[in-house]
C-alpha cells in the first residue's frame, strides 16, 4: 500500500520534490496564494504513503477479502455499533442539539477518535496540513530516497465534476422539485426519495462511490426539499477536531483503490485533474517548525481537549482576579 521511489509516486500525481531552504520558502508563498476554498489539503509525514482511508488499510491488513468478509458490511457494523454505544449516547448526544445522528456524522466521530472509517482527512488551511505533515514523523535515512520525504497534498475542488456531497443531494433535491411541478396536482408517494435524501444511510452514499464532505458550516447546510420547509443537515461538525482543523472529509467507497486513482485518469468516472503533491525533504523539519511556531501551531490547538477548555478557563480567572491559591 506504498510507493517505492519517488518516480513511481510521480506517475499518479502532479509532483514536486523540494529539498532546499529557497525551494521550502518559495512553496510556502506559493502555498498562501492557494489559501482558499477553492483547495483542500493534506498533510502526511511519510511521502510513500498512498492515499488510502483507515478501513482500507485495515481490510488489507488483515485480509479481510480472503476472510469472506464484506467490505461494506464492516462499515455498515461498524457505524451500528457506535450508534448504540452505552445505550445510544452519540444519538442522544445530536439529538440534544436538535440534530439527527446521520451515518455520516457517526463515521465523522469515529474518523477523529481512532475509528476505522472510508474517510481521508483534509483541511482548508494550508499550514493546517503541513503540521500533519511533520507530526510524530520519523528523522530522514540520509538515502535521499522516498523514506526521506512527507507530502503535502492539495485538491482544486474548482472542477466541474468534484464531488461535493452538496452537489449530489442539490441535484436529486432539483429532480424532485422538478417532478412534483410537473405533475399538475396528482399526488404522488415521494416518501422512499424523502428517506434517501433526509436519513443519509451509508447504505445510500456507498452508491455515489466518491463524495467530499464539506467541513463546519454556521446552523447546517440548507437544501430546499418539497414537504420539509427549511430542511438542514448538521453531519460534519459535531466534535472539536474538525472544527479547529478546518476539516473536510474525503469519502472512498472502494475497497480496494486509493484516491489518487480516481484524478487524472481517462478510466474513472469523474473528470478530475491529477492531485497536486509537493514532497519535502524531512531535513527541512526545522525550518516547518519554526513557520508553525511563528503562526502559533500546535498540538494543543489541532488536538482540542475538553478538559484543557476548563483547565484554561480556570487558570486565566486564577490570573485575572490575582488569586492566592492554597
Not at 497534498?153 to 449530489?168: M, S
Not at 480516481?262 to 513557520?291: M, P
Not at 502559533?296 to 490575582?322: C, L, M, T, V
Request: charged share 25%; glycine share 4%; hydrophobic share 35%.
Amino acid at each position: 500500500m506504498n510507493y517505492s521511489t519517488l518516480t513511481e509516486k510521480a506517475t499518479c500525481f502532479d509532483a514536486i520534490d523540494i529539498k532546499t531552504s529557497a525551494e521550502f520558502f518559495s512553496f510556502i508563498t506559493d502555498m498562501k496564494q492557494k489559501q482558499s476554498k477553492q483547495f483542500i489539503f493534506r498533510g502526511i509525514n511519510e511521502a510513500k504513503y498512498k492515499l488510502y482511508n483507515s478501513a482500507q488499510r485495515f481490510w488489507v491488513e488483515y485480509n479481510l477479502e480472503k476472510e469472506g468478509v464484506d467490505y461494506k458490511d464492516l462499515i455498515k457494523a461498524e457505524i451500528e455499533n457506535a450508534k448504540s454505544f452505552q445505550n445510544e449516547l452519540l444519538k442522544k448526544l445530536y439529538n440534544s442539539f436538535g440534530h439527527i445522528a446521520y451515518d455520516l456524522s457517526i463515521l465523522s466521530f469515529l474518523q477523529h477518535y481512532g475509528g476505522v472509517t472510508p474517510l481521508l482527512d483534509f483541511t482548508y488551511n494550508f499550514d493546517y496540513a503541513l503540521f500533519f505533515g511533520i507530526d510524530e514523523m520519523e528523522n530522514a535515512t540520509q538515502n535521499n530516497d522516498i523514506d526521506d520525504f512527507f507530502s503535502i497534498y492539495a485538491i482544486n475542488t474548482n472542477q466541474a465534476d468534484f464531488p461535493w456531497i452538496g452537489l449530489h443531494l442539490d441535484r436529486e433535491t432539483k429532480i424532485l422539485n422538478n417532478g412534483l411541478k410537473n405533475l399538475n396536482g396528482i399526488k404522488i408517494d415521494t416518501s422512499n426519495v424523502l428517506d434517501k435524501i433526509q436519513k443519509l444511510e451509508y447504505k445510500t452514499f456507498e452508491e455515489y462511490q466518491l463524495l467530499c464532505l464539506e467541513g463546519y458550516v454556521p446552523n447546517g447546510i440548507l437544501y430546499e426539499i418539497p414537504s420539509v420547509p427549511n430542511f438542514k443537515l448538521v453531519y460534519n461538525q459535531h466534535n472539536l477536531n474538525i472544527i479547529n482543523q478546518e476539516g473536510v472529509l474525503f469519502f472512498n467507497s472502494d475497497a480496494n483503490q486509493p484516491l489518487e486513482n480516481f484524478f487524472g485518469t481517462s478510466s474513472s468516472v469523474f473528470r478530475l485533474s491529477k492531485i497536486q503533491c509537493w514532497n519535502i525533504h524531512k531535513s527541512l523539519k526545522t525550518e516547518v517548525d519554526a513557520y508553525l511556531s511563528k503562526n502559533n501551531i500546535d498540538k494543543k490547538f489541532i488536538y482540542p481537549k475538553e478538559k484543557n477548555i476548563a483547565k484554561q478557563a480556570k487558570e486565566s480567572i486564577i490570573k485575572q482576579f490575582n488569586i492566592k491559591l492554597k
